[in-house]
């Protein structure tokens, strides 16, 4: 005998009740997508994915610049003013018997190692760590409520990056470039720039295509290092390679139109051209020797500290592939490495020696790329990010003279299109160790850089293993507080 389940499919008003309800279903569909209120990726022809695309609605900004410190830059000793932990210097966290962090227990607080002050017509109080970045306090809109999933850096990293903690999703860039293409043909639509001391601990994973299409994922180069195999071999032909190139074209032509769903090949033949373009372009932005000498010490570039130079170079890199209408560039600060604070930003042990040595590296080179952001009009329609995985603890570790990891509460700030200027949003307690008023996520963060572009982060996805994947997953709300 059929059970109920079973029984059901035999039944003719049960059938005809489901077939009424699923021909509603499909019209409501075609309705919402004709009106644009369903979640759907954007059209891309598979011949040009990278072909400039038209925005969900009217764009504050057309391209990011995002810079990301590596290590987990202290908020407290650069951007999150507090008097209090000033005042109770060296004493116990009240409220707390055994505070216990990513690496054991902690001691008494300790007050910021640099002195903050005013700056600019605002009075934003920012420290002498970074008295350049301090001198554009007026230009700022910093974000002090901001947390962290994780405390951990290669967590943290990934979900700066993806909106994930996990390895495997797309990169911010590898999302907008997916949306909006690229304004140049012979460019790459998003570079990640790394340190001149290395790559971030995660490495590709910040700026992986993950499961969108190949060709979205970030084309990684600096200024002191070109893109790898992008030059001919010099035992190879210039006719022969032409040649070669010509029949794989006809190939990969004839495949592409007998199986026009093949993101995988469509994406392959983008960037054999693109790579072949860039041949000649990529040489052109990352030579400097045209740049005047007021430039040249505008970023650092004849500075001593041969690091501080090659930042500085990485950052007047950016400024040329931003004004080429590169559409995302991620600048990173800070390098992995073992051995706490060696070569970015986290100071567990000597926080002081650490960042003394981390702070002009950081500052001079982004102060510069500010300004001339500024004054080349380019920050009229560019949005610009800055980023560290999670904060510090306001205690320093037990033993140590250095401070914790901290997702709790940290700070991030913007600058540029659609963003206020001297503002501020969101607070940490009166010790800076947790986000208490107007309190962010990740994902709010993520949602706001969408929507300055022009896109709505829910209908932004990407069908994925059953699943219509976004940037911000199920979460988000745009920062409507910080916009212009």
Request: net charge positive; hydrophobic share 40%.
């Amino acid at each position: 005998m059929l059970d109920f389940p079973r029984r059901r499919f035999l039944d003719r008003r049960m059938f005809l009740g489901d077939f009424a309800t699923g021909v509603g279903g499909i019209a409501l569909a075609a309705l919402l997508a004709e009106q644009g209120l369903l979640a759907a990726g954007p059209d891309i022809g598979p011949d040009a994915p990278l072909a400039p695309r038209r925005a969900h609605f009217t764009p504050r900004a057309t391209r990011v610049l995002h810079v990301f410190c590596t290590g987990a830059v202290s908020h407290l000793d650069t951007f999150d003013y507090k008097p209090e932990l000033v005042k109770r210097h060296g004493q116990p966290m009240p409220g707390v018997d055994k505070l216990v962090t990513f690496q054991g227990e902690n001691g008494n607080l300790a007050r910021p190692l640099w002195a903050f002050k005013p700056r600019g017509q605002s009075g934003k109080m920012i420290s002498d760590l970074l008295p350049h970045v301090a001198e554009l306090a007026d230009q700022l809109c910093f974000v002090h409520s901001l947390t962290s999933k994780t405390n951990t850096h290669g967590p943290g990293e990934c979900y700066m990056s993806t909106g994930f903690t996990l390895e495997g999703y797309p990169s911010m860039g590898a999302w907008v470039s997916y949306a909006l293409g690229s304004e140049n043909r012979n460019l790459p639509a998003y570079v990640a720039i790394p340190d001149p001391r290395g790559v971030p601990q995660q490495g590709p994973s910040n700026w992986t295509n993950g499961f969108l299409p190949a060709v979205f994922q970030g084309t990684v180069f600096n200024a002191d290092t070109p893109i790898a195999n992008l030059a001919r071999p010099e035992s190879v032909a210039k006719d022969a390679d032409r040649a070669t190139r010509d029949l794989l074209k006809l190939l990969n032509d004839e495949h592409l139109k007998r199986h026009p769903q093949d993101t995988e090949l469509s994406a392959r033949i983008a960037a054999y051209e693109l790579a072949a373009r860039m041949q000649l372009s990529a040489p052109e932005v990352s030579d400097l020797s045209g740049e005047s000498a007021a430039t040249r010490r505008l970023y650092g570039l004849d500075d001593r500290n041969r690091i501080l130079a090659g930042f500085g170079r990485n950052c007047l890199l950016a400024r040329r592939l931003l004004e080429r209408g590169v559409r995302f560039v991620t600048v990173y600060n800070g390098a992995f490495a073992m051995g706490e604070g060696a070569l970015n930003w986290d100071g567990h042990r000597q926080i002081k020696s650490d960042y003394d040595r981390h702070g002009p590296i950081l500052d001079k080179p982004l102060a510069g790329l500010l300004r001339d952001l500024k004054a080349r009009g380019l920050l009229d329609d560019t949005l610009v990010l800055w980023t560290t995985e999670f904060g510090r603890m306001p205690t320093f570790q037990k033993g140590t003279q250095g401070r914790d990891h901290n997702p709790k509460g940290f700070t991030a700030w913007l600058a540029g299109a659609g963003v206020k200027r001297a503002f501020s949003f969101g607070a940490t307690d009166e010790f800076g160790h947790k986000a208490v008023q107007d309190v962010v996520t990740v994902h709010d963060l993520h949602a706001t850089v969408l929507h300055l572009l022009g896109l709505d982060h829910e209908r932004l996805t990407y069908y994925h293993n059953g699943i219509q994947r976004r940037l911000t997953d199920v979460h988000g709300h745009v920062i409507k507080q910080i916009l212009a």
